[in-house]
């Protein structure tokens, strides 16, 4: 064999190999992404939003009269017990039967959402969307940004 077809051969080889890893790594970046839960869509006239923990107290302030503005903090009670925010109805999001509660709520009224860090209310926030709540502002930075901006808790 002359020196080009080997070059020519070797040049062929290269090409396939390299084309091969990138499909294997295609392949493995895609399915890395496969069993990650994903949030539902919001359901047509579904307000969902991320909010700061500035941002909530903010909306707090402007719903102090509003009956149908509800602050849901779904730590455990042990948690709640430490300090919350005030006027806040506690949901553990931890106990058995936490998904009957979120669907014994009224899915018309506004809620302001938190936990601790915001996973677990990430993760509630899923699950309201899936029962088609109308309106839910989520606290991403949980209770742990609402004290870190000094903002007022209760005992």
């Given at each position: 064999m002359k020196k080009e077809e080997v070059k020519r051969m070797n040049a062929k080889r290269?090409?396939?190999?390299?084309?091969?890893?990138?499909?294997?790594?295609?392949?493995?970046?895609?399915?890395?992404?496969?069993?990650?839960?994903?949030?539902?869509?919001?359901v047509s006239g579904q307000v969902i939003e991320d909010v700061t923990a500035r941002e909530?107290?903010?909306?707090?302030?402007?719903?102090?009269?509003?009956?149908?503005?509800?602050?849901?903090?779904?730590?455990?009670?042990?948690?709640?017990?430490?300090?919350?925010?005030?006027?806040?109805?506690?949901?553990?999001?931890?106990?058995?039967?936490?998904?009957?509660?979120?669907?014994?709520?009224d899915r018309d009224k506004t809620y302001l959402l938190h936990c601790r860090s915001g996973?677990?209310?990430?993760?509630?926030?899923?699950?309201?969307?899936?029962?088609?709540?109308?309106?839910?502002?989520?606290?991403?930075?949980?209770?742990?940004?609402?004290?870190?901006?000094?903002?007022?808790?209760?005992?």
């Amino acid at each position: 064999m002359k020196k080009e077809e080997v070059k020519r051969m070797n040049a062929k080889r290269f090409l396939a190999l390299m084309f091969l890893s990138s499909l294997v790594t295609g392949a493995v970046l895609a399915g890395g992404c496969a069993g990650a839960e994903t949030a539902p869509p919001p359901v047509s006239g579904q307000v969902i939003e991320d909010v700061t923990a500035r941002e909530a107290f903010t909306l707090i302030q402007e719903n102090l009269n509003n009956p149908d503005f509800v602050i849901l903090d779904v730590r455990t009670p042990e948690e709640f017990a430490d300090g919350h925010i005030e006027r806040a109805i506690n949901l553990d999001f931890y106990a058995g039967p936490f998904r009957d509660e979120l669907e014994a709520l009224d899915r018309d009224k506004t809620y302001l959402l938190h936990c601790r860090s915001g996973n677990r209310s990430s993760n509630t926030l899923n699950i309201m969307k899936e029962l088609n709540f109308l309106e839910i502002y989520h606290m991403t930075g949980g209770s742990i940004e609402w004290q870190a901006e000094g903002l007022p808790m209760v005992k």
